[in-house]
């Protein structure tokens, strides 16, 4: 199957500061990639889509200006949380579709913690 | 719009049987995936049904109705280890997903 890395796996950092996020798909290309953001006990929810070469489509309520995707190759996307605040302490996963089934493979995620 | 319900949770015993019910309504549906989420981890892939009918893969199997909006999962020989989140997730461009079946096996 089709493997996806995320790096870091864990970071702690203080509010106002970035955090950048990486999502790799390590043997295969990936020209759309998934953030999600998962909160302790709810449901995976889709924060953007990441297209390869062009600008990401972001679901409503998720703001473009704070979560910056860039997806400049077609292995890697990156999620940066800009400022962090307390409130954007989450889990979140990347993902990317593969396969005849287009089967999304996620990331082993990155629990982010902001103090 | 999309809206998946299933049980947020169901306890059963280890060697027993347990389905999980999942229904949903989205559009531009193509497909419905369970996968399986340990605490703290991402989810893993277990199924994908497109068509109607059942899909047997070792203890788990997945069952579809797309003129029901009706999925579940199987699981069979319940080991401890199953205790786990398991989500459905209606296909569309991206996943939607539900808000899980917190699964908890008792010996």
């Known amino acids: 199957g089709a493997v996806v890395s995320q790096h870091p796996s864990r970071v702690i950092c203080k509010s106002g500061t970035s955090v950048k996020i990486e999502c790799r798909s390590l043997?295969?290309?990936?020209?759309?990639m998934f953030w999600y953001r998962q909160f302790p006990k709810k449901s995976l929810m889709l924060m953007a889509t990441s297209n390869e070469g062009s600008k990401a489509t972001y679901e409503q309520g998720v703001e473009k200006d704070k979560f910056l995707i860039n997806h400049a190759s077609l292995t890697l996307s990156t999620l940066t949380v800009t400022s962090a605040h307390p409130e954007d302490s989450s889990f979140y996963i990347c993902?990317?579709?593969?396969?005849?089934?287009?089967?999304?493979?996620f990331g082993p995620g990155t629990r982010l913690t902001v103090l | 719009g999309q809206n998946i319900d299933q049980p947020t949770e169901m306890t059963a015993t280890e060697g027993a049987i347990v389905q999980i019910n999942c229904t949903y309504q989205t559009s531009g549906f193509n497909g419905l995936f369970w996968y399986q989420q340990h605490a703290g981890e991402a989810p893993t892939f277990l199924s994908y049904n497109v068509l109607d009918g059942l899909e047997e893969k070792g203890r788990f199997s997945s069952f579809l109705s797309r003129s029901k909006g009706y999925s579940y999962l199987l699981l069979k020989e319940l080991q401890m280890k199953d205790s786990a989140s398991y989500l459905c997730?209606?296909?569309?461009?991206?996943?939607?997903f539900g808000k899980g079946t917190s699964l908890l096996v008792t010996p």
């Open positions: 993902s990317a579709r593969f396969g005849p089934a287009d089967e999304q493979f």
């Open positions: 043997d295969f290309q990936a020209t759309t």
């Open positions: 997730a209606a296909s569309g461009y991206a996943l939607n």
